[in-house]
């Protein structure tokens, strides 16, 4: 736990202090890494999204038929996506994705001596490995979230409008009146406290690995494991906050 | 040949002693290394020799004892002054430790492009220098696992002589090499120190190379003199030593000192199982 926040604090140092002390962390690397943790996992967020759309919409029709109110579909799906399960999905895909390969990366470097390597070449490996993927997952899952939240009302529209006769027009502006710019916000702060959370812990699990590739696998699945849990716990606190107080 | 300089030590080693779980890896070690020289650092597995480097180089801290390098304490320091102690020497890791991402080009430049302000084609010339010395220009854009274990190594003896450094260790340097490559990479060493001053600390098993390029030796112990200092001198010395322990190791014989077999006293006791004997759970 004290090496944890330990590299917390070690993290804001490198990106907010040491740049203006002469050691900046490596741009293009970020941007590497945007597209290794964010860009490529694209697909999945796609698909998973839309069939989450879809079966929301499937299943708030087979509720609101029963009270003769098809037309809040598009309201529960907007509203659903939006606060709740766009971030907690997209994060649950990039922690499997996205988290586990970090850890499995930088775990395999520990093993493999490649981080003293970087420590006797003085060159902090905080600095040039947790920083650029930190900040690349900091961009990448919010900007994976809105893309998911937008694939996901085109699965909801995709029942609406093939099966329950909604024309694209209502669909759209009942999704958009029923969901306020607050809905979407909170989704994007939560999804900024899943990147901080997923990366830190994947991070951490990564560089404390010892005992070869039996470690790693220990490792990488405790990431999995400890990123999921401490997600949901924090997705529950915050949505307590945003919408319960 | 030039004579190594005895009054400046770039390595100070005194009494460092290191624990752990209980068991004393490191005993007492105490020893000097001056400008010049290539000190040569033998035992057998597991005597500590590793453990040994690691403490020189800063990853690991004594559980007592002081470390000095280029005169300046080592097992107090902060990050950030180990960090400058660093940059000026070189470390040839056992596995190369090569950063599998990077190219092999890229892995050479690593350490002159984080700690210089240089111009790309100066330093894609500095990278092409250091591995035309150890014969492997051509291979630049060619990832780690493309090429073979000793070809790794001796990129990472590129890239640990990539800053110039005044102080290079070596963790096996010529282990997983072939005999002409042995031979270019002890000549290297040799060069770096005979005729630039570099100092060297190599960690070897390899006594052909080791009887090469040392100056300077010391063999740690194993057996009841598990992680001491159990011989120091100069390959002559070491050569006559009357430890029979030291003429078992570089004679390379397999009984001695350190038994053929290690356990076998008591051969029957483990087998047939003794009351004090742990019992093995393979069964």
């Known amino acids: 736990m004290k090496q944890y926040f330990a590299l917390n604090g070690q993290i804001f140092y490198w990106t907010l202090l040491a740049p203006f002390r002469g050691q900046p962390f490596k741009v293009a690397e970020v941007f590497h890494q945007m597209v290794l943790i964010g860009v490529r996992a694209l697909p999945m967020a796609a698909l998973t999204s839309f069939s989450i759309g879809l079966t929301l919409a499937m299943q708030a029709a087979a509720q609101l038929r029963k009270m003769g109110v098809l037309n809040f579909v598009p309201d529960l799906v907007s509203v659903s996506l939006l606060r709740e399960l766009g971030p907690l999905l997209i994060a649950v895909i990039v922690i499997g994705r996205s988290g586990s390969a970090v850890t499995a990366e930088l775990g395999t470097m520990k093993v493999s001596e490649e981080i003293e390597a970087l420590e006797v070449m003085a060159i902090n490996p905080v600095r040039f490995l947790v920083v650029p993927r930190v900040l690349a997952m900091l961009v990448m899952l919010p900007v994976l979230t809105v893309f998911g939240d937008c694939v996901g009302m085109v699965g909801g529209w995709s029942i609406c409008h093939f099966a329950l006769d909604f024309n694209t027009a209502t669909y759209i502006v009942r999704s958009v009146t029923r969901a306020d710019a607050w809905d979407l916000y909170s989704g994007i702060v939560k999804s900024f406290v899943f990147a901080w959370l997923i990366i830190t812990i994947a991070c951490h699990m990564g560089l404390r690995v010892e005992g070869g590739a039996e470690g790693v696998g220990h490792a990488t699945t405790g990431s999995v494991v400890w990123s999921l849990l401490i997600m949901l716990i924090a997705n529950a606190l915050l949505t307590a906050v945003f919408f319960f107080s | ?283």
């Open chain 2, 1 to 283: 040949m030039s004579p190594t300089d005895q009054s400046t030590p770039i390595i100070e080693i005194t009494d460092i002693v290191r624990e752990f779980h209980g068991r004393r890896v490191l005993n007492g070690i105490s020893f000097k290394v001056f400008k010049g020289d290539t000190m040569i650092v033998m035992g057998g597995s597991g005597c500590g020799k590793s453990t040994l480097l690691r403490h020189v180089i800063g990853a690991m801290k004594p559980t007592s004892g002081s470390i000095k390098l280029f005169g300046e304490e080592i097992t107090t320091m902060d990050e950030q002054a180990l960090s400058k102690i660093r940059r000026r020497f070189g470390m040839l890791f056992q596995s190369g430790a090569l950063l599998q991402s990077l190219t092999v080009g890229e892995n050479v430049a690593l350490p002159i492009l984080e700690h210089g302000k240089l111009a790309p084609d100066i330093v894609d010339l500095m990278v092409k220098m250091k591995l035309e010395m150890v014969g492997l220009t051509g291979f630049e854009h060619l990832k780690p696992a493309e090429i073979s274990g000793g070809m790794k190594k001796r990129v990472g003896l590129a890239r640990a002589l990539a800053l110039d450094p005044e102080l290079i260790f070596s963790d096996e340097p010529t282990s997983g090499l072939d005999p002409i490559m042995t031979s270019v990479v002890d000549i290297l060493t040799k060069e770096l120190t005979r005729k630039l001053g570099v100092t060297a600390l190599v960690v070897t098993h390899d006594m052909v190379s080791a009887f090469r390029i040392g100056t300077r030796m010391i063999m740690l112990g194993t057996g009841p003199n598990q992680g001491k200092l159990i011989a120091a001198g100069t390959p002559e010395e070491i050569r006559a030593h009357p430890n029979p322990e030291v003429q078992q190791f570089i004679k390379g014989e397999a009984d001695g000192p350190v038994p053929f077999k290690l356990s076998k006293d008591d051969y029957v006791t483990r087998l047939l199982g003794h009351p004090r004997h742990q019992k093995t759970t393979l069964s």
